[in-house]
């Protein structure tokens, strides 16, 4: 697998440490020469010193052969433009990091579903472990080939769940509609926007990133 990092976070330092362990291609993309020469301590994988929101730069990177694009710098619009920019290169999905909340709502208007905010994603984890749960224990309730994958519907296609044509050794764990939270059944009607929660075997997750990547015009529930 092969991804590209637009900015030299933490964030991106601890998530390519992963990668790479698994013996996945990383490129990162970087302005400040000094965070580069840090990373490459600690870090065997391709620099580039750079501005990673311009086209020119992104195209090195070959978008057409790389599944993962993530735009994890420390400034929301530059994020925003990289992530813009890298979809119309056609990386295949494209991730998008975003402190201000108040983007969300700009970034699904543009079509930018793959977005994380961390401060609001540390602080349910948080406020779950005082009420006495722990929402990381689902990463070691999934194991050996299974894998979980969400995809967020952008077309009316398809009007139920039956009618989303799943692969096999699929399911439909949740939906999410808003902050609402669902356990629906084959019937369940569908709506533009819903968060559709499914856990599934590995060697589907390619076809299910193509067939849902928000790069795809087809994006959505087909």
Sequence with gaps: MRSV?????????????ILLGRGDEVIIIEQDELRIDALKEELDCAFLHADGSKPAV??????ARTPFLFCLTGDDQSNIIASLIGRSLGFQRVI???????????CMELGLTDVI???????????????????LEISAMIKGDARVFSFVTR???????????????????????????????????????????????????????????????????E
Excluded at 58 to 63: A, G, I, K, V
Excluded at 96 to 106: G, M, S
Excluded at 117 to 135: C, F, K, M, N
Aim: hydrophobic share 40%.
């Design 96 to 106: 998008t990091k975003i402190n201000d909340p108040e983007f969300e709502h700009i």
């Design 117 to 135: 905010v961390p401060s609001r994603t540390i602080g349910r984890h948080l406020a779950e472990v005082v009420a006495g749960q722990d929402p």
């Design 58 to 63: 992104l195209r090195e990177t070959d978008p």
């Design 155 to 221: 077309t009316d296609h398809a009007k139920t769940l039956k009618e989303l044509d799943l692969p096999d050794l699929t399911r439909v764990i949740c939906i999410y509609r808003g902050d609402e939270f669902a356990l629906p059944n084959a019937d369940f009607a569908l709506k533009s926007g819903d968060e559709i929660v499914l856990i599934t075997h590995m060697r589907n997750l390619p076809a299910l990133t193509k067939r849902w990547s928000v790069a795809n015009s087809t994006t959505g529930a």
């Design 5 to 17: 990092f637009v900015g030299g976070s933490s964030l991106t330092a601890a998530t390519a440490r």
